[in-house]
């Protein structure tokens, strides 16, 4: 089978890419290497991909029409994972033009591209920052999304309803999977447990924007990729499903949590609260279940220690 991976390069395609490829499947990856981060990371997760035969790397902007249109006709994907976009909250207060560009514009590239040529399946990465300000917990996929909190939450519950036109209209199958807050190796530096690690190794301060109260619902990359790669392989007309860990957390849990598996204090400052931030995030996972057989293993303690080692690890290798 061949699979499009958009995004490829990043945290959680990579993970997928992989995961792909030692099931024997023909990978590519569409992904831009934009500097939303330090872009040398997203090509350090590749590396281990570039000497395969059924690896193949475009390096390309899903804003670009053209360029995707002729990708999807030239690879002929049985499926499409479609994980690129313009990730973050914060940033897209302050930028929601390119939100709209990426997240939006891009996705509508692909789905017409698809439309020319159909697929089997096609797995979108939807967020868990679409629920905004719903005030009840756990969140279900049938909750009302009435109050998104940051353009970055909009522009996902837009991709949503896309997604539904065009599987309503052109009967293509499609998967949303709201992910919620992972983490892991090779997690996105700017995410809370990367970021706190790296800022607590390095003697830093740590910000905390609120009061440390607020909750998160933390996914390890393990279980992620578990409920992700069964939606590879078990297309639906269209469903929206939930991945998270079901195990909310405080922020300085967190924090208290990485200064244990570090064996450093965090120099913490608590800061206002920002725009678009939410209270809580809290996964229902019954629907992934029942559809995937889904069922988070890995608790936060657990998934940090392991982001931790990895993260000493390299930076022992690197030498910093």
Known sequence: MKIVVTGGAGFIGSHLVEALLQKGEDVCVVDDFNDFYDPSLKRENVVPFVQNPRFT???T???DREAITKIIQDEAPDVICHLAARAGVRPSVSDPHLYEEVNCLGTLNIMEAVKKRGVENLVF???????????KVPFSEDDPITAPASPYAATKRAGELMLH?????YGVPITCLRFFTVYGERGRPDMAVAKF???VWEGRKVPVYGDGTQKR?????GDILKGLVRSVYTPFRYEIINLGGSHPVELKRLVAIIEEKLGR????????????????????????KRLLGYSPQVGLEEGVERYVKWFVEREKRLNR
């Not at 990465?125 to 005030?135: F, H, P, T």
């Not at 913490?268 to 209270?279: H, I, M, S």
């Open 265 to 288: 204090k965090a120099d913490t400052e608590y800061l206002p609260a920002v725009k678009g931030d939410v209270p809580q995030t809290f996964a229902s996972v019954e629907r992934a």
């Open 217 to 221: 619902d933390f996914t390890y990359i």
């Open 165 to 169: 036109t065009y599987a309503h209209v």
């Open 61 to 63: 902007d899903i804003r």
């Open 125 to 135: 990465a939807s967020s868990s920052s679409v629920y905004g300000l719903n005030s």
């Open 197 to 199: 690690t790296r800022l």
């Open 57 to 59: 790397l475009y390096e």
